[in-house]
């Protein structure tokens, strides 16, 4: 840290879990040399730390005092992931990304994107590199990888560095919306599916974090020695999960009976549920396609660029943290038990 005097960060999508955590991590390292200009629509439902200043604005405008007038590297996880809206999808994730990518000064160093692994299309996609073309199927995915082609192509043109993120299933013990709230429904429910057999990559919201930090100070080093890249990195830990491991652990921690009713899958029912003409479909599909199909990718170029100490780490282990944790938010939360729910 003492060879950046002064880090500037613009974030996009500070009031996001993965926001949350990175503010976390930010605290943990900073002595008054980071500072972070946050947009927001809201500043109240951002943290009081005293590295932040609240930008008041919206996208697709880029309000006048976003962008500091020192070099400073773009953070966006603002990215809309609003299955059942597709002109919010495009409006968030493209719009946004246009503008955003047009206004840059040509002092930003570099950008951090948060993309998904649902870039890659639907299907089985075991040990997948990031140089498999993009084959995107569900509205979200669509509108990520045009935003991703954006960002990438703008960072070529200026010479400066872009990372995009590729995370499947971030393990967040608060995020309600989560995948592991996903695969905790259907632990409850008694269901698996396709077996079981799909393959995972995972990582935890606050070991996310902790990677966007690293990538910000590699953006640091690649511009001290001018050596820009424009990449995507696939994020996980080096072992991934099937969803049966995942169903065992939950059903461990909350002392429920191992699924025994299993859903097979085909790999053609993404292209035949995408045919059905209802508002919910999108968000239907984008949970076929999350747990039913193996999705793992190869870690090699994000470990060349952070290291392994943190993706070696034991991915199970992880999981049973976040899953404890995860029981335990939701007594305090005093959440309705499943079956209420379901009755609204």
């Known amino acids: 840290m003492n060879s950046f005097p002064l880090i500037n960060i613009v974030l996009l999508g500070g009031s996001s879990p993965i926001g949350r955590e990175f503010f976390k991590v930010v605290a943990t390292h900073t002595q008054g040399n980071i500072r972070i200009n946050a947009l927001t629509d809201d500043p109240g439902e951002l943290p009081e730390y005293p590295f932040i200043t609240a930008v008041l604005g919206e996208l697709p405008q880029v309000p006048e005092k976003l962008f500091p007038e020192k070099p400073f590297i773009l953070i966006n996880f603002g990215n809309d992931s609003d299955k059942e809206s597709k002109r919010r999808v495009k409006l968030e994730n493209v719009s946004g990304t246009q503008a955003l990518m ?10 951090l994107y948060g993309s998904s692994m649902s870039v890659y299309g639907s299907g089985a996609l075991d040990d997948i590199h990031e140089s498999v073309p993009v084959n995107p199927q569900t509205p979200v995915a669509e509108s990520l990888a045009k935003a991703e082609k954006i960002v990438l192509d703008k960072m070529k043109d200026m010479k400066k560095c872009a990372f995009i993120l590729r995370p499947h299933l971030i393990l ?60 995507a990195l696939n994020v996980g ?37 995408k045919m059905i003409p209802i508002p919910q479909i999108g968000r239907l599909l984008s949970h076929v396609e999350s747990l039913g199909f193996s999705k793992n990718g190869n870690i090699s170029t994000l470990e060349a660029e952070i290291g392994s100490d943190l993706l070696d780490q034991s991915a199970e282990n992880i999981l049973r943290q976040v899953i404890v944790e995860m029981k335990q938010t939701i007594l305090e939360n005093e959440e309705l038990p499943l079956e209420e729910e379901d009755n609204d």
Request: charged residues 20%; negative net charge.
């Open 102 to 111: 047009g206004a840059l000064p040509e002092h930003v160093m570099g950008v």
């Open 172 to 231: 967040n013990a608060d995020d309600e919306s989560s995948s592991l709230r996903g695969i905790l429904k259907l632990a409850q429910r008694g269901l698996n599916l396709n077996q079981g057999k799909s393959q995972f990559s995972v990582i935890s919201v606050g070991d996310y974090a902790q990677i966007i930090f690293r990538l910000i100070l590699q953006i640091f080093k690649r511009d001290e020695m001018d050596a820009p890249v424009q990449r």
């Open 237 to 273: 830990y080096r072992e991934a999960l099937s969803l049966q491991r995942m169903l065992a652990v939950i059903c461990e921690i909350y002392e429920l009976s191992i699924p025994e009713n299993n859903i097979s899958l085909p790999a053609w029912s993404i292209e035949t549920l």
